[in-house]
């Protein structure tokens, strides 16, 4: 098919063959992906990306078998992301399934210095935390006992998070990025 001028994007004829052979490469997608709405989904982006690289057909290929081809790739792709994904998905399962929460006692020693830091903060954001994080109740219920609304006190729970992730990287810094949970760095004993 000889193009007509342009080395970037695609002819006006080839977009027009390929537009009017919508519905065979829908059917072609449907086919193997198993879902219409799938299909679509793949379609779109080969025709953006056949828009964008509409200069790579050669003279003597027609736009159609070249899209076709184009096609083919992309539900290769398709299949390769969702394979990714499942496996990511099987290894997060495994993780959960293996996964144990520490007892009682074992959550005390980690949240030492997070208790010494805590103690640093201005009032009302210690009774936020201690309210929301540690004892699990609701904004509601922090709302009703300070006496301000139920926004104020998500944005109180907000600033009062910040300000001790704050604290904590500052008083231990590399253990608060990466999670310490034997924490050596002395940092909760200087805080009392």
Same mark, same amino acid.
């Given at each position: 098919?000889?193009r007509?001028g342009?080395t970037? !994007?695609? #002819?006006p004829? $080839? @977009?027009?063959?390929l537009? *009017?052979s919508r ?10 992906v198993?879902?219409?709405e ?7 982006a ?5 828009l964008?690289r509409g200069?790579?057909i050669r003279?003597?290929?027609s736009?159609?078998?070249w899209?076709?081809?184009l096609?083919r ?9 969702? !394979?990714s #994904?499942i496996? $990511? @998905?099987e290894?997060?399962? *495994?993780e959960?399934?293996?996964?144990e929460?520490p007892?009682?006692?074992?959550r005390?020693?980690?949240c030492?210095?997070?208790t010494?830091v805590?103690a ?10 201690d309210m ?8 509601s219920?922090?709302?009703a006992i300070?006496d301000i609304t139920?926004?104020?006190?998500a944005v109180?729970v907000?600033?009062a998070?910040e300000a ?5 990287e ?6 608060a990025?990466?999670g310490?949970i034997?924490?050596?760095c002395?940092s909760?004993s200087?805080?009392?």
């Open positions: 098919m000889a007509s342009t970037d !994007g695609l #002819s004829e $080839a @977009l027009q063959q537009l *009017a519905q065979q490469f829908l059917g072609f997608l449907k086919k193997r198993g879902s219409e799938t299909a679509e989904d793949i379609l779109q080969a025709f953006v990306k056949g964008e200069g790579s003279e003597d290929e736009a159609v078998a899209f076709y081809r096609l790739n992309a539900v290769i792709d398709h299949y390769r992301q969702r !394979g #994904s496996v $990511a @998905l290894r997060f399962a *495994a959960m399934e293996s996964h929460e007892d009682i006692g074992f005390g020693e980690i030492e210095c997070i010494g805590m640093t903060l201005k009032p009302e954001y210690q009774q936020a935390l929301v994080e540690l004892q699990e109740r609701s904004l219920d922090l709302a300070a139920g926004n104020n006190a109180r907000h600033r998070r001790l992730r704050s604290r904590v500052a008083a231990c810094g590399l253990c990025k990466h310490c034997d924490c050596s002395g909760h200087l805080m009392r």
